[in-house]
């Protein structure tokens, strides 16, 4: 398992998300579903482009709400392990010899 720094969750980031919480507003819409947001609720910093295309570099720059914010990047996760799958290979019989289409590839 990585560290949170590996994950691109370390100290800036860890800064960047504080000065949101900081700077939020009460009543402010989530940027994912539009609903109100306010302290009391969960709120995580969220990325405008989503750090699994992106990658960890970039800071958050928005407040959503902790369940829009899981659910979306859990979404993207599973559709993105789906478009990794393996296709599967389909083998050709030439004379005898068993050889891979490279069109399934």
């Given at each position: 398992?990585?560290?949170?720094?590996?994950r691109?969750?370390g100290?800036a980031?860890?800064?960047?998300?504080?000065?949101?919480?900081?700077?939020?507003?009460?009543g402010?819409?989530?940027?994912?579903?539009?609903?109100?947001m306010?302290?009391?609720q969960k709120l995580?910093?969220?990325?405008?482009?989503?750090?699994?295309?992106?990658?960890p570099?970039e800071?958050?720059?928005r407040?959503?709400?902790?369940?829009c914010n899981?659910?979306?990047g859990?979404?993207?996760?599973?559709?993105?392990?789906r478009s990794?799958?393996?296709?599967?290979?389909?083998?050709?019989?030439?004379?005898?010899?068993?050889?891979?289409?490279?069109?399934a590839?």
């Amino acid at each position: 398992m990585a560290t949170t720094t590996e994950r691109g969750l370390g100290w800036a980031h860890q800064q960047a998300a504080a000065q949101l919480h900081r700077d939020h507003v009460d009543g402010t819409p989530c940027a994912r579903c539009g609903r109100p947001m306010y302290r009391w609720q969960k709120l995580d910093a969220g990325h405008s482009r989503d750090r699994a295309l992106v990658g960890p570099g970039e800071p958050p720059d928005r407040l959503e709400h902790a369940r829009c914010n899981r659910v979306a990047g859990a979404r993207l996760g599973n559709r993105l392990r789906r478009s990794r799958q393996a296709r599967p290979v389909r083998r050709v019989h030439v004379r005898g010899v068993v050889a891979v289409d490279a069109r399934a590839l």
